[in-house]
């Protein structure tokens, strides 16, 4: 499976076409992305994992998410104090030019940004479950990790934590549909930094 910079493993996460189509951009017959879930003016149905992550949407109107551009000019700008503000905005438009057209297509209720870390977009990396969490907190106290994931402010994480976040595992798209509250989760391309995306239907 090809890679993508800001998606894991996109077959199992948000997953392909059931059937071999033609992409809309090489025009070869292959399991494709449903590119009707994207974007923009123009209209695709189809695109192939390898044309997706080799940029052939960069000279169309399309595009598969939105990157949370404003959070990004003002940790590039922390993280860069001798940056002028034009330098800030060139670098963050082009991360977010690649984001946009290159990311697989997450499938959430809720409109809500890519989130970014370290000056850059993160990494998806799956869906928030308790053995996740346990994973990635390596000893320390999962409940505390989870909590100081969350991107913005959660008040309510004591309830989230014990009433709504799966006790088992969710492995791939199918398994997170069953939920009508989703945790995505994020990680740096810089760091260990977690980030979590709670959305409901
Ligand atoms: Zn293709």
């Given amino acids: 499976m090809v890679i993508f910079k800001y998606f894991d493993k996109p077959e199992v996460f948000t997953g392909l076409k059931d059937t071999a189509s033609p992409c809309?951009?090489?025009?070869?017959?292959?399991?494709?992305?449903?590119?009707?879930?994207?974007?923009?003016?123009?209209?695709?149905?189809?695109?192939?994992?390898?044309?997706?992550?080799?940029?052939?949407?960069?000279?169309?109107?399309v595009f598969t998410c939105q990157g949370d551009i404003e959070e990004l000019k003002g940790q590039l700008k922390w993280m860069n104090p001798s940056l002028d503000n034009e330098e800030i905005h060139r670098v963050a438009i082009q991360k977010t030019f690649e984001l946009e057209k290159t990311t697989p297509h997450l499938i959430k209720w809720q409109d809500w940004n890519w989130p970014c870390a370290d000056g850059d977009y993160c990494k998806f990396i799956g869906y928030g479950s308790k053995p996740l969490y346990e994973?990635?907190?390596?000893?320390?106290?999962?409940?505390?990790?989870?909590?100081?994931?969350?991107?913005?402010?959660?008040?309510?994480?004591?309830?989230?934590?014990?009433?709504?976040?799966?006790?088992?595992?969710?492995?791939?798209?199918?398994?997170?549909?069953?939920?009508?509250?989703?945790?995505?989760?994020?990680?740096?391309?810089?760091?260990?930094?977690?980030?979590?995306?709670?959305?409901?239907?």
């Fill in 24 to 61: 809309d951009t090489c025009g070869e017959v292959k399991m494709c992305f449903d590119a009707e879930l994207f974007y923009g003016w123009e209209e695709l149905s189809s695109i192939c994992p390898d044309c997706l992550a080799s940029g052939k949407l960069y000279d169309k109107n």
């Fill in 135 to 201: 994973e990635l907190a390596q000893g320390a106290s999962a409940k505390d990790f989870f909590r100081n994931s969350f991107y913005s402010i959660e008040e309510y994480f004591d309830h989230l934590w014990d009433g709504v976040l799966s006790d088992k595992r969710i492995s791939n798209f199918e398994d997170s549909n069953k939920f009508v509250s989703v945790f995505y989760v994020f990680r740096s391309l810089h760091s260990d930094r977690i980030i979590t995306i709670w959305d409901c239907s």
